[in-house]
């Protein structure tokens, strides 16, 4: 492996710019219809939560594993796993993609929380319920982390795999899969509805493909290649 200073982001800035726009399409669309109470959306996250909600009280042992995954993939062990990337970053030279890393996770991390603010969702409620968050609802902080900090290992990660298919297949199951059991625990524990982890995987991925392109723009190299 070697610093590669000559060659842009896996993602290639004209891929990226496309990309980004429609990964937002989805989730403005939700946004939208969560905004207006769209009276389908809201039965079938109704339908959803309380069908896993039954399915958690029925077994206690399912809950247990929800919560310890829940914990496990939470936004504040995603943002230390970038942490611990971008230093590994640093240490081979590669700072400019250190600090789309890091400035990627910021900007996502801050845009999720203003928008539950300004769409104020209310979480799902219970009469008995297994698991209980704070705050609001749309979009769901986990899974839009898990999606933001999935999307940045891929991007950083990707250029080591080429000629590796095995590597390349695996990191891109991870890169899929982690996401989606960090969403599964969120409903399964019935404290996001289904249009929240939805809405915040799409969001996730568009502001790490947005931020790769602007930043491709500007230059920022891969960080190594293999």
């Known amino acids: 492996m070697r610093h590669d200073q000559n060659t842009a982001l896996e993602v290639r800035t004209s891929a990226a710019a496309v990309a980004a726009p429609m990964l937002l399409v989805p989730f403005a669309l939700l946004a939208a219809l969560v ?36 914990h496990l993939l939470s936004p504040t062990a995603w943002r230390l796993a970038v942490l611990g990337l971008v230093i590994w970053l640093a240490r081979r030279g590669a700072r400019p993609v250190a600090f789309w890393a890091t400035i990627t996770m910021i900007a996502g991390g801050v845009l999720g929380a203003v928008l539950k603010l300004l769409v104020s969702r209310h979480r799902p409620e219970f009469l008995e319920p297994v698991a209980q968050a704070s705050g609001y609802a749309f979009p769901s902080g986990h899974a839009l982390n898990a999606a933001l900090g999935a999307t940045v290992f891929l991007l950083v990660l990707l250029p080591m795999t080429r000629g ?3 590597a390349r297949a695996a990191l891109w199951t991870g890169a899929i899969v982690l996401p989606l059991v960090t969403a599964l625990t969120r409903v399964g524990l019935g404290v996001h509805w289904l249009s929240d982890v939805v809405a915040g995987l799409f969001l996730g991925v568009a502001v790490a493909v947005a931020t790769a392109a602007a930043f491709s723009r500007r230059g920022v190299p891969e960080p190594v290649s293999g």
Do not use: C, E, K, Q
């Open 35 to 70: 905004v207006g109470r769209w009276a389908p959306l809201h039965d079938l996250d109704r339908s959803v939560s309380d069908r896993w909600h039954d399915i958690a009280h029925a077994n206690p042992g399912w809950v247990d594993a929800l919560t310890w995954m829940t």
């Open 164 to 166: 590796r298919p095995l």
